[in-house]
């Protein structure tokens, strides 16, 4: 997963380590896949389960009508929970709350507006263009700024394949002023188990 912010962090080794054991992974099941034994089977089925806990993802910030969604995060740039409540097929209202680990550390909280911009239904896949505004508060210490950040998600996703790309815009006052940006590219493997 290419991050753009630079940062050595034990979350980018644990990624790295996620990576490796992926790879690992869809060799030992293509390995098994091709015994289709009872036993065989299991173990993949168990190591599907694994991977799945393990690997990264991929969510909307917009859930169906009604619903409420909890979405944490953790990365190089800080620590992310969101609590959203979607109230139109294209708004989600939310409380929002990062705490950020570069540089200079500090935390940041306030309500969050998201709304689906864009959606294309196609006939393999799928594309959406979102975006995430909020305000409220950022704290350093004993330091109180006013706080306000924007972002956009672009995805495009097919029952194979997901693309996306995320431009954040952050302002804390004189804490912190920031932009950084994420692309993913993710190829989905689909494993079809035919027990004999």
Known sequence: MPFYRHACTSIQLFDQMK????????????????RRTPRNALALSIGALFWSVVTPIQAKPLSYV???????????????????YTF????????????????????????Q?????????????QGNIFSM???????????????????????????RWFFSYEPRLTYAGNIDKAF?????????????ITMN
């Open 88 to 111: 139109n097929p294209h708004f989600a209202l939310g409380l929002y709350s990062k705490y950020e680990i570069n540089q200079d550390e500090f935390w940041m909280a306030g309500p």
């Open 19 to 34: 990576k490796h054991f992926n790879q690992l992974l869809s060799y030992s099941a293509l390995a098994f896949a091709r």
């Open 66 to 84: 009604g619903g409420t969604m909890v979405m944490q995060e953790n990365d190089e740039t800080g620590y992310t929970l969101s609590i959203d």
């Open 180 to 192: 950084w940006q994420r692309g993913m590219p993710d190829l989905r493997l689909i494993w079809q």
């Open 133 to 159: 505004t909020g305000a409220g508060m950022a704290r350093q210490g004993s330091n109180n700024q006013p706080a306000a950040w924007a972002g956009l998600l672009a995805d495009y996703e097919t029952r």
């Open 113 to 125: 507006l998201n709304t689906l911009i864009k959606r294309w239904n196609l006939p393999d896949g």
